[in-house]
């Protein structure tokens, strides 16, 4: 939540209050954008974007309520925007990195293990990236920044029910996609 002494620095503009909020919120942003476009350089590029419309627009912002779903309708809004301006430029496969996925790389593994895991991550990566943007959007909100249903559906401005079909639907097409991929964990 933010506070109203918060909020009511951030909207002077005061310049402590604004790093430490981008400080708090950025990787959230980067992770979530970067899940959606696949690609790291448009990630960091729309992260940025989206604190100087959060910077912009911090009055729409009502204090005592909850940041991180209206951090996350600015983040959705600056891609669509983004989209609408690239003349919705669709981005190849090719492009998704293997350094973001699902899993947490960890020291303990071989070079083979993390090899296996890097390979597993970027089919994940590719198979969200052949989802319908609602239904990866739907699923990384639920899956990866672990929001409820309730907050999807706000931040996609649709009825709760929508926003649970679209997660059910996402994680089917994902299984399909990803059918021939036995070690993702």
Known sequence: MLSAEAHGQLAAGDEAAWH????????????????????????????????????????????????????????????????????????????????????????????VQAAESEQAQDRVQRALMRLPEEYREAVVLRFVEDLPYEEIARIQGVATGTAKSRVFRAKEQLADLLSDVNDLH
């Open 20 to 111: 430490a909020f981008i400080t708090a919120y950025e990787g959230r942003m980067y992770g979530y954008l970067y899940r959606l476009e696949g690609n790291s350089e448009d990630a960091l590029d729309l992260t940025q974007e989206v604190f100087y419309r959060a910077w912009r627009s911090i009055q729409t912002f009502r204090p005592g309520e909850r940041v991180l779903p209206w951090l996350y309708q600015v983040a959705r809004n600056t891609q669509i925007e983004s989209h609408r301006r690239k003349q919705l430029q669709r981005f190849s496969l090719e492009e998704a990195r293997e350094d973001v996925g699902f899993e947490v790389p960890s020291a303990a593994r071989t070079p």
